[in-house]
Nanobody
Framework: QVQLQESGPGLVKPSQTLSLTCTVSGASITTNYYGWIWIRQPPGKGLEWIGYIDASGSIYYSPALKSRTSISRETSRNQFALQLNSVTPEDTGVYFC??????????WGKGTLVTVSF
């Protein structure tokens, strides 16, 4: 069973960088059966796709966030990470990492609330 766990600061100041890590267990992030995704949900709004990293390390970003987003991975730790630069209060929300397998089955982390505020 694939399990994912987000971690990182719950409070970030405006103009700073939001950094989150997703730790994966039950599957290797280099296994060519899964894709690894970051998504978020602002308060009172729907889900917003942020970006995706595949088993080979290729990365795809939401056009709306691409200029401020960086996704990376640390294969030795079986983790992938998100950095979002120059945050504003509009970046407040619950951030999720999840995996999607080839059968289009999703495995979700519990999510972590990030608040952008002074």
């Amino acid at each position: 069973q694939v399990q994912l766990q987000e971690s990182g600061p719950g409070l970030v100041k405006p103009s700073q960088t939001l950094s989150l890590t997703c730790t994966v267990s039950g599957a290797s992030i280099t296994t060519n059966y899964y894709g690894w995704i970051w998504i978020r949900q602002p308060p009172g709004k729907g889900l917003e796709w942020i970006g995706y990293i595949d088993a080979s390390g290729s990365i795809y970003y939401s056009p709306a966030l691409k200029s401020r987003t960086s996704i990376s991975r640390e294969t030795s730790r079986n983790q992938f990470a998100l950095q979002l630069n120059s945050v504003t209060p509009e970046d407040t929300g619950v951030y999720f990492c999840f995996a999607r397998d080839r059968d289009v089955i999703d495995y979700w982390g519990k999510g972590t609330l990030v608040t952008v505020s002074f």
